[in-house]
């Protein structure tokens, strides 16, 4: 086995040698697969080791679920009433305290706690067990590795997050895995690691007990923060999740600690090897820019429009990763991903070029029959400027992550163009965009699509501009155009430059995040949470009715 239980009496001298050794600390979570991750960088996660980390420093709280766990911690092991820990939770959101908590997330907080107390009175009735007892001390399985192994580590642990119960006895644990928007689907593996660690962990951190009882029985629980649903994930006798243990996650574990492969992109902030990834291209981005250094942080051209339209919806959305999914989005925009999620599947799954007859009795079941309509039309006039050719030495690459380090900046620039395939011995980025009309030929063009700006940035960051382009494919339902950029002239990089270090100027050294109430208001997926936004619309709503 890769991990055994470590028994009681050894945990005090693990506590003390904790902090001097090389440890590898394995969460559930580190389990899980995704193309997005860098497995390098999640590799180097899982050893407890702070060594090349440049966290971000910032004054608002920015772990979404902080608030909602402290809440909770003083309800269950402070004695906190459920009026007092809101009051203390809105005491949080003034100026002049540190982590503040933005007023958005705090009624997200509020919400979600009321969520889970309502969640966790309906389990316990629907389940006719008694009330579980909070436990505050962290489940760990440990063990020791004399000499150091072949990866340096000198101690194994095996964690859980989440909210932990016991029943008196000790004889059932149950763990509740916190969720923001919905409940997603875990694998097999952080499903039976859970377990695991759940049936077998010693507690362990200052508020540990002195005795240790095994339990009979685990159970995982699933709980989403939006929305309240709150379903099971499993129940283990506790003898048998030794078998599962070794079937289902020892493999994946390994995979997990010996990963090599490097993904440039999102974890590129919080990577302990930013400063020497081979994989990550250093380039002085935008060299006039100055800002306060606070550490890095990654910044899209997603990031950059929704700051632009405002900044408490960039906050809530884009970076508390919060989202209303009651909430419709506009017709367009819907109509767009159905026409992007076609060509992207297409694309992944062959490199011939698109062909007109492939487009004939298209179904959108998402859509209504007009915009169904509108998007087959889109898709045949996609044919006429499709890219591929089965004859190319390479295989496109289908929304691929790019990303490059300005180093002054702390910034690490990070896009996902729509398609790059290969031509005449380079790569060519390409951007598809659906409208209802054609580009403004009367301004400029980086300026209208700030992704073909951030394209031009990175492919001079990564030494292709000389013999690459950036292309805007451009579908209508009545017509289409493709419009080619060449990041090779000087006053293109310069217009990228301007573009994007004007929408990243005021997002890098701000503060506060305020909601700037607009039109946009009426679609935005973090309304339910944003008092300005309700209060702006219901506003509007009285002038239009007393006109």
């Not at 999640?42 to 060594?51: D, E, G, I, M, W």
């Not at 506790?238 to 490097?262: L, P």
């Not at 367009?332 to 062909?355: F, I, M, Q, T, Y």
């Not at 890098?508 to 909601?515: R, S």
Request: charged share 30%.
């Amino acid at each position: 086995m890769l991990i055994t239980t470590c028994h009681p009496d050894r945990k005090a001298s693990i506590d003390l040698i904790r902090h001097a050794v090389e440890m590898i600390r394995v969460s559930a979570s580190n389990l899980r697969e995704d193309d997005r991750r860098c497995p390098k960088s999640v590799a180097l996660n899982v050893r407890n080791s702070t060594t090349g980390k440049d966290k971000f420093r910032a004054r608002l709280e920015l772990f979404t679920l902080g608030p909602l766990m402290q809440s909770l911690d003083g309800m269950e092991f402070a004695g906190s009433s459920r009026d007092e820990t809101v009051a203390h939770l809105l005491e949080r959101t003034q100026a002049n305290t540190w982590k503040r908590v933005h007023p958005g997330l705090a009624e997200w907080t509020i919400q979600a706690l009321d969520h889970y107390l309502a969640a966790l009175r309906d389990h316990r009735e629907r389940a006719g067990i008694p009330a579980l007892i909070p436990v505050k001390a962290e489940w760990v399985i440990s063990k020791e590795q004399r000499p150091r192994d072949g990866r340096g580590a000198d101690l194994y642990e095996w964690t859980n997050w989440g909210r932990r119960y016991r029943s008196a006895d000790g004889s059932l644990r149950e763990l509740w895995l916190m969720h923001l928007n919905d409940l997603k689907e875990r694998s097999a593996a952080e499903l039976t690691a859970a377990a695991h660690v759940l049936a077998h962990g010693t507690p362990v951190g200052p508020a540990a007990p002195a005795d240790h009882t095994t339990p009979m029985r685990v159970r995982l629980m699933a709980f989403c923060g939006g929305s309240g649903e709150a379903e099971p994930r499993g129940e283990w006798e506790t003898s048998t999740t030794h078998a599962e243990f070794g079937d289902r996650v020892v493999r994946r574990a390994m995979k997990v600690m010996d990963a090599n492969d490097r993904i440039a992109g999102g974890d590129c902030a919080e990577c302990k090897i930013t400063n020497s990834c081979t994989a990550l291209p250093r380039f002085p981005v935008l060299p006039d820019l100055r800002t306060r250094q606070r550490g890095r942080r990654t910044v899209s051209v997603t990031d950059l429009r929704a700051y632009d339209e405002c900044p408490a919806r960039y906050h809530l959305e884009r970076q508390h990763h919060l989202a209303d999914k009651e909430k419709s989005e506009p017709a367009p925009v819907v109509l767009g991903r159905e026409v992007d999620d076609w060509l992207n599947k297409r694309h992944e799954a062959s490199a011939a070029r698109c062909r007109p007859d492939e487009m004939t009795d298209l179904s959108f079941p998402a859509l209504p029959p007009e915009d169904a309509s509108r998007a087959a039309r889109m898709l045949m006039r996609h044919t006429a400027f499709c890219p591929l050719s089965d004859r190319t030495q390479a295989p496109p690459r289908v929304q691929p992550s790019v990303a490059a380090y300005d180093d002054d900046l702390r910034v690490v620039l990070i896009a996902t163009p729509d398609l790059m395939f290969h031509r005449d011995g380079t790569w060519i980025w390409r951007e598809t965009k659906t409208s209802s009309k054609p580009p403004w030929r009367g301004g400029s063009l980086l300026g209208q699509f700030p992704q073909l700006a951030m394209g031009v940035l990175l492919l001079t960051a990564k030494g292709l501009f000389k013999t690459s382009r950036v292309e805007l494919e451009h579908l209508r339902a009545d017509g289409g155009s493709l419009e080619v950029v060449d990041p090779n002239q000087p006053e293109v990089l310069a217009e990228a430059r301007e573009v994007i270090g004007a929408l990243m100027r005021p997002l890098l050294d701000d503060d506060e995040f305020v909601a700037t109430p607009s039109t946009g208001c009426g679609d935005c997926r973090v309304l339910a949470w944003c008092a300005p936004g309700r209060t702006h619309l219901a506003e509007s709503a009285h002038e239009k009715g007393g006109r």
